[in-house]
């Protein structure tokens, strides 16, 4: 059981460039998240898909777009990176949204100059 | 939306004194989740707190959820080095998506 995996671990962008950041869960959790966390910020909320077939937008949308594979994949895309996205990403999973514990990946720390 | 508040933003303590974290929504919670956060690391679940009053324990961490379901805290006792981390709260409403509190910050000084 790996529980949430997340690659790349780290990444460099200029700006401009595009670029998909990959998470995976083998736990059949319906619902998984997208956050991003920024010093003294905490974790907010970027989309979150609550079950296979379904995304939504949380907290800070904008510059992203997501895919919902399958029940298992769950990918970020930045179509147009910009630096005020340097951030550290973490992909989370759950077995019901808002009912039970999140399980984290690892985060990805991405980086545009 | 829904409005949280965590606080303090950080503490310092030195080890074996006792530690409070404070959690605060502006809307009646369906239930709150406690994460701890090491540095460098990625949370990790600690606790869910469901019914109004309720409080419950792990080891040195008391978790106490308000009566009315509107705040949370954190309680460690004679906090040790491996205490280190960032402490957040996660609030769910009717709407079941988690908002989280910016955490606090333990500093543990041996």
């Known amino acids: 059981n790996a529980g949430v995996t997340q690659t790349p671990k780290f990444q460099v962008l200029k700006t401009g460039q595009s670029m998909t950041l990959q998470c995976a869960q083998d736990m059949n959790h319906n619902s998984m998240y997208w956050y991003r966390q920024d010093p003294g910020m905490g974790l907010r909320l970027i989309y979150y898909s609550a079950s296979e077939g379904t995304t939504d937008k949380g907290e800070v949308p904008n510059g992203y777009n997501v895919s919902r594979l399958n029940k298992r994949e769950f990918s970020l895309r930045l179509e147009s990176a910009a630096p005020s996205q340097t951030s550290v990403y973490f992909c989370a999973s759950t077995r019901r949204a808002g009912r039970n514990e999140q399980y984290f990946g690892p985060g990805t720390r991405l980086t545009v100059t | 939306g829904q409005q949280v508040m965590q606080i303090p933003q950080y503490q310092h303590v030195q080890e074996g004194e006792d530690f409070t974290t404070y959690c605060n929504s502006s809307?009646?919670?369906?239930?709150i989740q406690w994460y701890k956060q090491r540095p460098g690391g990625h949370p990790v679940f600690l606790i869910q707190?469901?019914?109004?009053?309720e409080v419950k324990k792990q080891k040195r961490l008391t978790f106490q959820f308000g009566e009315a379901k509107k705040n949370s805290s954190l309680h460690i006792t004679a906090t040790q080095t491996t205490d280190v981390g960032t402490y957040f709260c996660?609030?769910?409403?009717?709407?079941?998506?988690?908002?989280f509190g910016r955490g606090t910050s333990l500093i543990v000084h041996p």
């Open positions: 996660a609030l769910s409403g009717g709407s079941y998506i988690p908002t």
């Open positions: 809307t009646t919670l369906s239930n």
């Open positions: 707190l469901v019914k109004s009053g």
